[in-house]
C-alpha cells in the first residue's frame, strides 16, 4: 500500500476484530474513520485529546501515519509507543491501513439503568379513543360529515366542544361510506386528531423517553391501563462528538451543519430503541400517539433542533423554559403522524426537565420533611427543599466517573470492575466485574469503592495522596504512584489494572463537585445534615454506587446511612407520570417555576467549599492560612520512585 492509492477513491482503513471500513480522505483522523464506519472505538473527551481512551495499535510504516504528537507521548507510556499504540484522534493517516482496537478501548456490552420508582400518578391522558356506530348520509339528514361525526361523539360519549382537527376531516368522507359501521375516533385534548376503521379504542400506547448525555431510556405504555408494555436503553449516539454537555454544546455551536447532525444522532436513536420495543410487543409505530421528552438542558436544545449557544456563556439563558407540544414529523420521531411530543419544562441552562421530572417521581414538592436528592450523571443535578421551598443546582462530575481522564477507568459495561475490597493487613484486592468476566478496567462505581477503600486501608491519606511506606508489592512507583488492583494474569487485557495518583485526583475534583454543590443549597436554606430528613440517589451511576463508601469519601455530607435511599432512573419515572396524566403535566410547569436555582459559579464560598471538599471526606480550611496552601498541599506527591517495596511475608 502506498499513498498514492489512495488519492482516486479514498484511503481504506479496516478496524478490526469487527472488521469495518471506512474510505476517508487524507489528513482526516483514524476517530474520524471510525465515526464513519460505525467502529465500536471510545472517544470520552469527543476528539479533544485529552482524555487518552482512544487508544488503537498500529502496525504500519511510520510514513503512512503523521508523526506522534505531544499529547500522544504524554498520555501513551513509553512500553505502548513502542508497540504502536497511537490515539486515534491525534493520528491521521497518509495511505490504506488495518486499525486494531483493544478490547479496552472498545464500548462493549453496556449496563444502562433504565428502572426507577413505580409511578404513583393517576391514569387521566390527554389521548383518548372513543368508538361510534356510524350512520350513512341521506337525502333527510345531508348535514356535513363534520356535523354528523361530531354528534355521534356527543351523543354517544357525552364528548362536548371538539373540533376536528384538518387530518380528521380528510378522513370522514371515507369512513361514513365504507359501510363498515363503526369508527373510532382519536381525540388528544378535546381536539380529534384522527379517524381509524372499526373499533381501535383498546388500542392506545405511549413513548417515555428519557434523553441522558451518556445514555438514553424509553418506555412503551398501554395509555388505556398506564401499564409499561415495554423498557429499552442504548447509548446516546452522539458521545463520539464529546462526553459531556458542554463538549457537544461546543460541537453544535460550530455551524447549523453540526447541529442538526447531533439532532439527527439522538432522533436515530430514540427510533432505534422504539423500534425495538414494538417488535416485541406486537404495536404498530401507527398506534403510539404521544411521547414525553425529558433531558437536561442542552438534550433538550439538541433534541429540538435548537441552537444551545445562549448555554455557552453566562448567563447560560435557555432558548425556552416552559414546556411545550411539537409534532413527531417536526423532529422526526416515527411514532403515529397524527401524534403529540410534549417536552417537559427546563429551569435553567444546566438544570433542565430531568431534574423537573425526578422532583415530580421524589414527590419533593410535596413534603413536609427536607429532602436532598441527588441525581448522579455526567451532570450532577441537585435538588434540596420540601413543600415550602425547592433549590436546584448543577455540578460538572460525570467525567471521571463515566471513565474520562482515568488510566484504566471505563463506562459500566462487560469486564468493568464494579465493586471492591481492600484487606487493610494485608492488601489483597477482591473484586467484582460486570458479567462476572475477566476485568478489562474500572467503572465509576469500582473507583469510589477503590478510594474508599484505600483510605480506610491507609494506603492513602485523607489528601488523597499514596503513602509510599506501604508495604506491599501492589504499590509502585511507574511514571508515578499507582496501585494495582488486578494482575496482568487476572485481566482480560494482559496488562495491570491499576489505580493512580492522577486518578485519584480525579475522583476527589468529581466527588467534591457534587458535595459542594449540596453544601451551597444547605447554606442558602440554612440548615445542616442534621436537618435532612432523606437522601435520595437518583440516576444509572448513583444505583450502583455502594451508598457507604460514597459518604466515606465525602461525595455528600455525613448523613446517616439510614437516611439514604436509591430511587433508580426517577427521572424515567417522573416521564411515565407524564405520560399517563395531563394533571401531572400541569404539575411539572407549576414545579418548573417554583424552583430557585442556584449557580454555583456565582458563589462566593465555591472556591473554599470546593478545596474544603477536595479532602477525604471533607476538611476544614482553618488549618491552612489561604486558599493556595490548600491547593498546593494536595497537589503534593512523590515525584520520585520511593524505596523499593517487598511484598508483605504473612
Not at 369 to 398: P, R, W
Not at 410 to 418: L, N, V
Not at 478 to 498: H, P, W
Not at 506 to 522: D, N, P, R, V, W
Request: net charge positive; glycine share 8%; hydrophobic share 40%.
Amino acid at each position: 500500500m502506498h499513498e498514492d492509492d489512495s488519492m482516486t477513491d479514498g484511503i481504506s482503513i479496516i478496524f478490526q476484530p469487527e472488521g469495518k471500513r471506512a474510505k476517508m480522505r487524507k489528513g482526516q483522523t483514524i476517530l474520524d474513520a471510525a465515526k464513519l464506519a460505525g467502529a465500536d472505538l471510545v472517544s470520552t473527551c469527543g476528539g479533544k485529546g485529552n482524555c487518552g481512551k482512544c487508544r488503537v495499535l498500529i502496525k504500519a510504516e511510520p510514513k503512512l501515519l503523521t508523526s506522534m504528537t505531544r499529547l500522544e507521548k504524554q498520555l501513551l507510556s513509553g512500553e505502548e509507543r513502542r508497540k504502536g499504540y497511537r490515539l486515534a484522534c491525534r493520528t491521521s493517516v497518509k495511505g490504506h491501513l488495518i486499525v486494531e482496537v483493544p478490547e479496552e478501548s472498545r464500548t462493549g456490552r453496556q449496563r444502562l439503568q433504565v428502572e426507577g420508582i413505580k409511578t404513583h400518578a393517576r391514569l387521566d391522558p390527554l389521548i383518548r379513543k372513543y368508538c361510534v356506530e356510524l350512520e350513512n348520509p341521506s337525502l333527510a339528514d345531508n348535514r356535513s360529515d363534520a356535523e354528523r361525526f361530531l354528534d355521534l361523539l356527543k351523543r354517544e360519549h357525552n364528548l362536548n366542544n371538539l373540533r376536528l382537527d384538518f387530518a380528521a376531516i380528510k378522513q370522514l368522507p371515507v369512513m361514513f361510506r365504507k359501510g363498515d359501521g363503526q369508527a373510532t375516533a382519536v381525540v388528544w385534548n378535546e381536539v380529534v386528531v384522527s379517524v381509524e376503521s372499526g373499533n381501535t379504542a383498546k388500542r392506545i400506547f405511549g413513548y417515555a423517553v428519557d434523553i441522558g448525555t451518556t445514555k438514553l431510556a424509553g418506555y412503551l405504555l398501554d395509555l388505556t391501563t398506564g401499564e409499561v408494555v415495554a423498557v429499552g436503553s442504548a447509548l446516546n449516539p452522539q458521545i463520539p462528538y464529546g462526553e459531556d454537555v458542554i463538549a457537544r454544546i461546543a460541537y453544535a455551536i460550530k455551524d447549523q451543519d453540526a447541529q442538526e447532525q447531533l439532532q439527527e444522532l439522538v432522533v436515530t436513536g430514540l427510533n432505534q430503541i422504539l423500534k425495538d420495543l414494538l417488535e416485541k410487543s406486537d404495536v404498530s409505530s401507527d398506534e403510539v400517539y404521544e411521547t414525553t421528552i425529558v433531558g437536561n438542558t442542552a438534550m433538550h436544545h439538541l433534541f429540538l433542533d435548537i441552537c444551545p449557544k445562549g448555554l455557552a456563556s453566562s448567563p447560560y439563558a435557555p432558548a425556552i423554559r416552559n414546556g411545550f407540544n411539537v409534532d413527531p414529523e417536526t423532529v422526526g420521531l416515527k411514532i403515529s403522524r397524527q401524534g403529540k411530543i410534549y417536552v417537559l419544562p427546563v429551569v435553567a441552562g444546566f438544570v433542565g426537565a430531568d431534574a423537573v421530572a425526578v422532583a415530580l417521581a421524589t414527590e419533593v414538592y410535596k413534603k413536609t420533611a427536607l429532602n436532598l436528592v441527588l441525581d448522579i450523571g455526567t451532570n450532577t443535578e441537585i435538588l434540596l427543599g420540601n413543600k415550602d421551598q425547592l433549590m436546584a443546582c448543577s455540578c460538572a462530575s460525570g467525567p471521571a466517573f463515566e471513565g474520562a481522564r482515568i488510566k484504566h477507568g471505563m463506562r459500566a459495561a462487560s469486564g468493568a470492575i464494579e465493586k471492591v475490597r481492600i484487606d487493610p493487613v494485608t492488601f489483597d484486592v477482591q473484586y467484582q466485574t460486570i458479567d462476572k468476566v475477566k476485568p478489562c478496567g474500572i467503572c465509576g462505581s469500582g473507583m469510589v469503592d477503590l478510594t474508599a477503600e484505600l483510605l480506610k486501608a491507609g494506603i492513602i491519606n485523607v489528601m488523597g495522596a499514596f503513602n509510599s511506606n506501604i508495604n506491599s508489592s501492589r504499590l509502585r512507583f511507574k511514571d508515578e504512584l499507582q496501585f494495582i488492583v488486578a494482575y496482568s494474569k487476572e485481566t482480560s487485557t494482559g496488562q495491570d489494572i491499576t489505580i493512580t495518583q492522577k486518578d485519584i485526583r480525579e475522583i476527589q475534583s468529581a466527588k467534591a463537585a457534587i458535595h459542594t454543590g449540596a453544601l451551597t443549597l444547605m447554606r442558602h436554606q440554612n440548615v445542616a445534615e442534621k436537618d435532612i430528613d432523606t437522601v435520595l440517589i437518583a440516576g444509572a451511576f448513583g444505583s450502583y454506587i455502594d451508598p457507604t463508601n460514597a459518604r466515606v469519601i465525602g461525595m455528600y455530607p455525613e448523613i446517616e446511612l439510614k437516611k439514604v435511599k436509591v430511587v433508580g432512573n426517577a427521572a424515567g419515572t417522573g416521564a411515565r407520570m407524564a405520560l399517563i396524566s395531563k394533571k401531572i403535566r400541569n404539575q411539572a410547569e407549576a414545579v418548573s417555576r417554583s424552583i430557585k436555582y442556584v449557580e454555583l459559579a456565582t458563589e462566593s464560598s465555591f472556591q473554599a467549599d470546593f478545596c474544603n471538599s477536595l479532602c477525604l471526606p471533607y476538611a476544614d480550611l482553618s488549618e491552612y492560612p489561604d486558599t493556595s496552601s490548600m491547593l498546593k498541599k494536595l497537589g503534593k506527591y512523590p515525584k520520585r520512585p520511593p524505596p523499593m517495596i517487598t511484598p508483605s511475608k504473612k
